[in-house]
Every structure is written in C-alpha cells, then in structure tokens.
C-alpha cells in the first residue's frame, strides 16, 4: 500500500523547490561578476577574458541543470542521494 502527499504537502515542495532554484541561481548570477573581475586583470583585462568567463559560468549552470534533469530522470531518489554525496566529497 503507497500513500500519497496531501496536496498541501505538494504545494510545499513545489515552493521549496522554486525558492532553492531561485536562490542557487540568484547566488551564481551574484558569484559570477566578481570572480570575473576579480581575475580580469590576470589574464589582460581585454573583452575576451570577460566573455569567456561569462560563457564559462554559463556553461557550468547548463551543466548543473544537465545533471540535476539526468540523476532525477533516471535514478532512484536513494541512488540520486548517493551519486551526489559522492560528487560534494569529490569536490571538498
């Protein structure tokens, strides 16, 4: 026997989930400007160092949607939990 979430419960993670993709993207959107400027001047100062860090970040964020679509789409929620464990120890 499944049980179901209420509906309210529905509406909660839907809220959770808009407020967490908001923010991460708000937060990338905040990091993106001032890692460019900061290493600008390493690298020249020209127009191209600063579009590539723009395509740079752009990519990372498709990347990251890429895995998110992929890991849900195709794995378990306990295989997803996994996987990603493994990816922020990976990165620490």
């Given at each position: 026997?499944?049980?179901?979430?209420?509906p309210?419960?529905?509406?909660?993670?839907a809220w959770f989930s808009a407020l967490t993709i908001f923010l991460s993207a708000f937060l990338l959107f905040q990091v993106q400007p001032i890692i460019s400027r900061m290493i600008l001047?390493?690298?020249g100062g020209g127009s191209?160092?600063?579009t590539t860090c723009l395509m740079f970040f752009q990519v990372a964020l498709l990347g990251g949607y890429a895995y998110a679509h992929l890991l849900s789409s195709t794995m378990s929620p306990k295989r997803q939990m996994q996987i990603h464990i493994v990816c922020l120890i990976a990165a620490a």
């Open positions: 026997m499944s049980v179901t979430p209420s309210s419960a529905n509406n909660r993670f001047p390493w690298f191209a160092v600063w």
